[in-house]
């Protein structure tokens, strides 16, 4: 069920489900889109400051947006992104992880220029299958309401 701006809590926590991260969809990333060694190859890896083929901090952006998107967290019309204001990446995602996210709505409230919406602010953080943070954002978007005002 999609949630309106009126359904929001600040404070809560919504929760995703789990993706897998393979070596082979880590690599496929990295060719289209992050093309460094430490992603490509797992010999030239070794020799990186990360010691093994870990994923892009993109991936692992990409992979947020989608368990923000088929988590709890159902927004009516959709994610519509109006600001980045954070992006972190404290640890790496290495082949073998399997990542979760929550989001919490820290902030809400109506649109100044468009009262039919309302803009609200999230912090989503993605963790592996150990608890440890691997990605944190911080975002404004966009949500429609449920009650629209008269003229």
């Given at each position: ?8 809590v ?83 995602v ?58």
């Amino acid at each position: 069920m999609p949630l309106y701006l009126e359904d929001l809590v600040v404070g809560k926590l919504y929760g995703s489900d789990e993706v897998l991260v393979s070596d082979e969809s880590i690599v496929e990333f990295a060719r289209s889109y992050d093309p460094q060694p430490f992603h490509l190859d797992a010999e030239a890896a070794k020799r990186s400051v990360f010691g093994e083929l870990v994923a892009s901090g993109w991936q692992t952006a990409a992979l947020t947006m989608r368990l923000r998107v088929t988590g709890e967290l159902k927004l009516a019309g959709g994610w519509i992104g109006l600001a980045v204001e954070e992006l972190k990446w404290p640890n790496p995602v290495r082949p073998g992880d399997r990542l979760r996210a929550t989001t919490e709505v820290i902030e809400k409230r109506v649109s100044s220029s468009r009262p039919d919406r309302g803009v609200i602010k999230v912090r989503t953080t993605t963790y592996n299958q150990r608890d440890d943070v691997v990605f944190i954002t911080q975002s404004v978007q966009l949500v429609l309401r449920r009650e629209i005002p008269s003229p």
